[in-house]
């Protein structure tokens, strides 16, 4: 997809200019368009948000053009709008759905998966398309030091296909990294069901989770609270009484933690979105996740967040809840192997464990916490082989 985001991307096809505003956007998606010489490719673009772009809509993208599908994926991945060409490839009709509104071209959440993703999975996930995205994936992981990649969502369009296109892509010699995959029940049960289920409700996930502790205990559990963002210290002591592991994205501290004082959480709240110190000093395995494209694929980057809390307008965002170095180390290292059991073969470099592990220019203990993001990444060690980064 073309990349059209607030900020900037290094990438290995090139570095991507961010853009703020929507006339700018728009201005963008629109020299994109005028470049693509075949009339009848579909035009898609990742990374709008509406509080960095304004709203975009149907009305918006069919001023570009009348002719070729054009689909807005929102930076969440979890909303789109699409032009009148895209709604009549897809086949999408008026569903009057509540999170579906037609005449803007927007699909959001449920109305998104149900009404939009399905629709779209056979255009995702055709191998021309697919193979050389996973193939630049690899690149991007490699190049931020990254030997083991944990997707914990797996599954969501296709749990057999993605599968045997992640073995193709990623099992082979020449790719300095191994994918652990964990396909999505809930997903898988309703694909089975002909409909969309919702697993667990969110904000009853401790209550759940406590119930099941009492109906059948188990002392090693692994319960993990993915994508963890706000939650108060009260529940963060819960989630330590309770034994889960907590799995965070630090980046949207940094890249909304400002926007969402303004708009949304309140200033009291966004300024504590992740209390990663509060998880540590209860006990809890914490790890750190890049959710990408939400976030880099740059541990060391999510580690400098956590470190320092600063958000991009520069703002130190609840500095009490900063945790240390090694602190950040862990969850990017040994915890986050910890979060998918796999603790006694990777995560740590010791005797009987696999040889993994990421050769850095400079020591992270040394440089000042504010330079932890920029140390640059020499390159890997993948089971007992070197993988410089200039290979790339």
Known sequence: MKMITPYDWNLPSGKVEGVMGKEAYLARLKEIEAGMEDPDEMLWTWGHHPLFHGDIWREDLDKISTTRPIIVWARSFHEVVINTPALD???????????????????????????????????????????????????????????????????ALNVDSEWASNQAAFENDQTPMRTFFVPVGS????????????????????????????????????????????????????????????????????????????????????????????????????SFHSDFTMAPAEPLRLAWVAVNRVSDGGKVMGPDERITVEQALRAVTIDAAYAIRMEQEIGSIEPGKIADFTVLEQDPYAVSPMKLKDIPVWGTVFEGKVFPVEAN
Do not use: C
Not at 124 to 145: D, F, I, T, W
Not at 203 to 210: A, I, Q, R, S
């Open 89 to 155: 490839e897809l086949g999408i009709k008026d569903p009057k759905h509540p999170q579906v509104d037609w005449m803007k071209g927007w699909f959001m959440e449920a109305g998104y998966k149900q009404h939009f993703l399905f629709n779209v999975a056979p255009y995702l996930l055709q191998p021309e398309r697919l193979m050389p995205a996973l193939k630049q994936a690899g690149v991007v992981a490699h190049l931020g030091g990254i030997t083991t990649a944990a997707d914990m969502a797996g599954g």
């Open 187 to 286: 997903e898988i049960i309703a694909s089975k069901r002909g409909g969309l289920e919702q697993a667990a409700d969110f904000y009853v996930v401790l209550d759940t989770l406590e119930k099941l502790l009492e109906e059948a205990p188990r002392d090693d559990h692994r319960f993990t609270i993915h994508h963890a963002g706000y939650f108060t210290e009260e529940q963060a002591k819960r989630i330590g009484e309770l034994g889960a592991v907590v799995s965070a994205q630090p980046y949207y501290l940094y890249t909304l933690g400002e926007k969402y004082a303004d708009v949304g959480l309140g200033p009291e709240r966004a300024n504590y979105i992740g209390r990663y110190k509060s998880l540590l000093d209860n006990g809890v395995k914490l």
